[in-house]
């Protein structure tokens, strides 16, 4: 029995405890916070001890699940990786190139490090890919991309996802904008043109419990693949509830493949033929904000 320990007891990591209960072979061993509520109501709820001191649990388990606010997740990854442990770590890994070169240090251990980076196992960009390898519309000239949420027009409360020290990692671009840009990696089998990259960033909910809000909750960004595809991301976390969610459109030298999360199960592709094909039934239902089968993106990597 593989025994499993989750740092931080927040919303993502309900997810992560549903998950890993449903799994033959792993136990939910334990989980650390450093508030007692919000602890002692996840552990009453999944069934799991709580462990207030966080060298305890890592003592006691083989794989650490990081699900701690961004900027505590260097000191967790490290902790845990004295500790032996694998880890599995809500992204980002570090904060900073300070942090970066730290983890570095730990390159040549054993342990299996993990970041949970993993839309491209969504049911509709696996169908996606399918599509483009099997030529369904040529060579791909340009990505739009729009991953729309109003998670800043919902939390009214300041919280670390507004404060500075989530500056770079907990935004729209930072948080959001990451897997688009992972995902225009994998349709195109490219890399990015770094000195093409134009990114505008911007803050629309300014202010929040009469605090400055220091990230940014909209951005959009330009760049091209060295293969010449054009790539264009969107991300906001303050969107209007009936525009929010994912967009996804590929024109290639054949046609164009199109994607609305508003139509969830089926993908339109436009290559003289006008198709719609119906994706896979989900296997889980997803989560709150997320996607058609978004929540299988968490199972592949427990």
Request: net charge neutral; aromatic share 8%; charged share 25%.
């Amino acid at each position: 029995m593989i025994k499993y320990g989750i740092v931080g007891t927040g919303g993502i990591a309900k997810i992560h405890a549903e998950l890993i209960n449903d799994i033959p072979n792993i136990d939910l061993f334990g989980a650390h916070d450093i508030n007692d509520e919000s602890l002692n109501c996840f552990c009453g709820n999944y069934g799991t001890e709580p462990f207030r001191d966080l060298h305890a649990l890592l003592s006691k388990i083989d794989v650490a699940v990081i699900c701690s606010p961004n900027f505590c997740h260097m000191e967790h990854i490290v902790k845990s990786l004295v500790y032996n442990c694998d880890v599995l770590c809500e992204k980002p890994l570090t904060t900073s190139i300070a942090e970066t070169n730290l983890l570095e240090s730990f390159k040549n251990s054993k342990n299996i490090k993990a970041i949970n980076l993993n839309y491209r196992n969504l049911l509709v960009v696996k169908k996606i890919k399918e599509l483009i390898e099997n030529n369904q519309i040529g060579e791909i000239i340009s990505i739009k991309m729009s991953f729309l949420k109003n998670s800043a027009l919902k939390r009214k409360q300041f919280t670390w996802r507004d404060d500075c020290s989530s500056k770079l990692s907990s935004g729209a671009l930072g948080d959001l904008g990451i897997h688009l840009l992972d995902l225009s990696l994998y349709l195109t089998e490219s890399n990015v043109e770094f000195e093409t990259v134009k990114t505008k960033m911007m803050t629309k909910v300014s202010k929040k419990s009469d605090k400055k809000v220091l990230v940014d909750d909209h951005s959009e960004t330009f760049y091209l693949m060295d293969n010449g595809a054009y790539i264009n991301i969107e991300t906001s976390k303050a969107t209007r509830k009936e525009m929010c969610g994912l967009y996804i459109k590929i024109t290639g030298t054949n046609g164009e493949i199109y994607f609305s999360s508003k139509k969830g199960k089926e993908i339109n592709v436009d290559n003289g033929e006008n198709k719609t094909i119906k994706l896979e039934e989900r296997l889980y239902e997803d989560p709150p904000n997320e996607f058609f089968g978004g929540k299988i993106v968490f199972i592949i990597l427990i």
